[in-house]
């Protein structure tokens, strides 16, 4: 009997971040890829303020002084992890990452859900539950910076299914290794 054991990928960064606009899976994918990596998941939206969650459901969108406390919070979970961690957060400028891995101390991967307006916008619709209406969609594509050469991240297409994206960042960590 053939046994295969899941090793770390890790080497690069023991933090991730799966960042992307609202609607480009962040959650699913974190869990997925947590669950093959081995690694803890935690959701990025839990770590909001109530009071940012009540702007978002009244279609207001958030500006740098509602999100920078939040993504304080990100840093400091990432940092506060004894193990691998991923944790999903928009973290759609330059400034955002360099905050979040600033308030961590240490290496943070930013992995980059990348997808079209329409993709996106139909996987909001199909959404149920979500706090997040699809029409603060176009104001997350205009905050959107995608993450330069210069920086720890890559960008993995999600027109594709879930867990063709999943080997997609797979490949792309154990390719960091090097």
């Given at each position: 009997?053939?046994?295969?054991?899941?090793?770390?990928?890790?080497?690069?960064?023991?933090?991730?971040?799966?960042?992307?606009?609202?609607?480009?899976?962040?959650?699913?994918?974190?869990?997925?890829?947590?669950?093959?990596?081995?690694?803890?998941?935690?959701?990025?939206?839990?770590?909001?303020?109530?009071?940012?969650?009540?702007?978002?459901?009244?279609?207001m969108?958030?500006?740098?002084?509602?999100?920078?406390?939040?993504?304080?919070?990100?840093?400091?979970k990432?940092?506060?992890?004894?193990?691998?961690?991923?944790?999903?957060?928009?973290?759609?400028?330059?400034?955002?990452?360099?905050?979040?891995?600033?308030?961590?101390?240490?290496?943070?991967?930013?992995?980059?859900?990348?997808?079209?307006?329409?993709?996106?916008?139909?996987?909001?619709?199909?959404?149920?539950?979500?706090?997040?209406?699809?029409?603060?969609?176009?104001?997350?594509?205009?905050?959107?910076?995608?993450?330069?050469a210069?920086?720890?991240?890559?960008?993995?297409?999600?027109?594709?299914?879930?867990?063709?994206?999943?080997?997609?960042?797979?490949?792309?960590?154990?390719?960091?290794?090097?």
């Open positions: 009997m053939l046994t295969v054991a899941l090793r770390p990928l890790f080497k690069v960064s023991q933090r991730l971040v799966l960042m992307g606009v609202a609607g480009c899976g962040k959650s699913s994918v974190g869990a997925a890829l947590a669950a093959r990596l081995g690694a803890a998941y935690l959701d990025g939206d839990d770590l909001h303020p109530s009071e940012n969650i009540d702007k978002m459901r009244r279609g969108a958030l500006d740098d002084e509602d999100r920078w406390p939040w993504l304080t919070l990100v840093g400091r990432l940092s506060n992890s004894g193990g691998p961690q991923i944790v999903g957060c928009s973290a759609l400028k330059r400034a955002y990452r360099v905050h979040i891995t600033q308030t961590c101390a240490e290496t943070v991967t930013f992995v980059h859900l990348a997808g079209t307006p329409e993709v996106i916008k139909a996987r909001m619709n199909a959404r149920k539950g979500h706090f997040m209406p699809t029409g603060l969609l176009t104001s997350q594509f205009a905050a959107l910076e995608p993450p330069g210069d920086e720890n991240a890559f960008s993995v297409d999600i027109d594709r299914p879930l867990g063709s994206i999943v080997e997609a960042i797979v490949t792309q960590l154990e390719g960091m290794k090097t």
